[in-house]
C-alpha cells in the first residue's frame, strides 16, 4: 500500500491498533518529506519492529523513472506507474529558485490540438499519493543543502478536473512539519478553464496562484486549438477568473502558447489588449516547442518582436518566455512520446519477441502526450512588464522593463 495514499491521522490509526504512539506518523512523515528518505529501513529513530512492519504494510515510492538531463540544469522524468500508466514532471533550476512542474492526470481529456497529452483522450485522474511521489522524486534530484521552491501544476491533464486530489496533494506541500513547507504564493494551478471548478476552487479559499490556458482572444479560434471550448466559450471563463481574483485577492495569469501563422498575428494582439484590458492579469506568452509529428511551428522573430511591442504599447502586462530542457524532450510529454516510439520500434523489429503482438496494445497505451505546452518553459524568462510589480493590485503604467520572470 503507498503510504502517501495516507493522511496523518489514517497512519495514526495504523500506528495505534498495532500499540504504538501516535507521535510515529508525525516522525514518519518528516522523514519521508524532510529527511527524504525512501525507504523506511533510514527511519533510525523508529523501533526496529516498527519500520519491519512499516515496510510489510506500504510503500514509499511506487513508481518507477527514467532520468534525463540538460545541459541547463533541466531535469526531467518519465514517470512509469505501477498499472503501467507514464507520466512526466520536470525540474527547473533558474538562480536559487528550484521549480517544479507536476502532473495531474494520465492522458488529458481538454483536446489541445498542439497538445500530445489528449491526442487519446484521458485513461485516469492520479491519485494524491501519485501527485506526491513526483514532488519528493524530484525533491531527490536536489542535493541535501537544496530546497523545492516553486511547484506548478502544469504538466500533463488537467488539474482542475481532478481537483480533489490536486488539492489534497498540495495541502500536504504546503505543510511545513509533516511536507514539504512550500508557501501557497510559490503555487500555481494551471487550467485550460473550467467555470465551475473555478468558481469551486474560488470557494475552497485555496490561495494558490491560478494560471489560464488562454491561447487565443477571440471563440472561433480558440475552438480551434482547443476544441473543448465550444462548450465553454471565453465570456464565462473570465468572469469565473473574476471571481477568483475577487474571493482570494491573487492576480490571475494568462498562458499563451504563440502558434506560427495561427495566434500571432497582428490582430490577434490588438483583440488580446481589448480582452485583458483593465484587468489585473499577467500574461505569459510562451513560443511554441516544435514537436515531431505535429503541424504546428516556432514563430518568426520579426512576428513575435511585434507581437509583443502591439501588446506593450496596448498597457497589458506581458512576459515572454523563453525555451528550456530542449535537448531533453523538456516540453511535457515528449519524453514519454520519445519513449513510446523506441519501444515499439524495438517490438516491432523482433520478429523472435513474444511481446511483438503487444506493439498495438503499446501504443493505445502509452500514446497522448502534452507536447507542445509549456513545462518547460517556465524559468529563466526575458519579462516585459508594462506595469510596476504589485502582483495582487492594480498597477499604473510605466516604461517596460526587461527584468527576470516570476512564476
Not at 73 to 84: H, I, Q
Not at 240 to 252: D, N, Q, V
Not at 345 to 372: H, K, Q, T, Y
Amino acid at each position: 500500500m503507498p503510504i502517501l495514499e495516507q493522511t496523518p491521522a489514517q497512519l495514526a490509526v495504523w500506528l495505534v491498533a498495532r500499540g504504538y504512539p501516535t507521535y510515529r506518523a508525525k516522525q514518519v512523515f518528516e522523514w519521508i518529506f524532510l529527511k527524504r528518505a525512501a525507504d523506511f529501513a533510514e527511519m533510525t529513530n523508529l523501533p526496529k519492529g516498527l519500520r519491519e512492519e512499516l515496510a510489510n504494510h506500504f510503500s514509499v515510492f511506487t513508481a518507477t523513472t527514467d532520468h534525463q538531463q540538460s545541459g541547463d540544469g533541466t531535469e526531467k522524468l518519465l514517470v512509469k506507474l505501477a498499472d503501467g500508466g507514464r507520466i512526466e514532471c520536470v525540474l527547473l533550476r533558474d538562480g536559487p529558485r528550484r521549480s517544479i512542474c507536476i502532473s495531474s492526470q494520465v492522458g488529458c481529456a481538454m483536446g489541445c490540438v498542439f497538445c500530445a497529452s489528449g491526442l487519446d483522450g484521458i485513461e485516469r485522474n492520479l491519485t494524491r499519493g501519485e501527485v506526491l511521489e513526483q514532488m519528493l522524486r524530484l525533491q531527490k534530484l536536489l542535493p541535501t543543502d537544496e530546497r523545492l521552491s516553486h511547484i506548478v501544476m502544469m504538466g500533463m491533464g488537467e488539474p482542475l478536473a481532478n481537483l480533489s486530489n490536486v488539492l489534497e496533494a498540495l495541502e500536504v506541500a504546503r505543510d511545513p512539519a509533516m511536507g514539504l513547507g512550500i508557501s501557497p504564493r510559490r503555487i500555481t494551478i494551471s487550467t485550460v478553464g473550467l467555470p465551475p471548478a473555478i468558481r469551486k476552487l474560488a470557494e475552497a479559499n485555496a490561495p494558490y496562484h491560478l494560471a489560464i490556458s488562454l491561447h487565443a482572444p477571440n471563440d472561433p479560434l480558440r475552438t480551434r486549438l482547443v476544441p473543448v471550448n465550444k462548450s465553454i466559450r471565453i465570456a464565462p471563463i473570465m468572469e469565473a477568473s473574476e471571481y477568483y481574483f475577487e474571493k482570494t485577492g491573487r492576480r490571475l495569469t494568462f498562458e499563451y502558447v504563440l502558434l506560427k501563422d495561427i495566434n500571432d498575428t497582428q490582430e490577434c494582439a490588438r483583440e488580446l489588449i481589448r480582452l485583458l484590458r483593465g484587468r489585473v492579469s499577467m500574461l505569459n506568452v510562451i513560443p511554441y516547442n516544435p514537436v515531431p509529428g505535429l503541424p504546428y511551428e516556432t514563430p518568426r522573430p520579426e512576428a513575435i518582436h511585434d507581437f509583443r511591442k502591439i501588446l506593450v504599447d496596448g498597457g497589458i502586462n506581458v512576459m515572454f518566455r523563453q525555451r528550456k530542457g530542449d535537448s531533453i524532450q523538456a516540453a511535457c510529454g515528449q519524453l514519454r512520446r520519445l519513449r513510446d516510439r523506441q519501444t515499439i520500434s524495438s517490438l516491432d523489429n523482433d520478429s523472435e519477441s513474444p511481446d511483438a503482438s503487444r506493439v498495438g496494445n503499446l501504443s493505445s497505451n502509452f500514446s497522448g502526450d502534452f507536447a507542445g505546452d509549456f513545462s518547460g518553459d517556465l524559468s529563466n524568462s526575458e519579462q516585459i512588464d508594462a506595469h510596476k510589480d504589485q502582483p495582487d493590485q492594480p498597477s499604473k503604467l510605466v516604461l517596460p522593463q526587461i527584468h527576470e520572470s516570476q512564476i
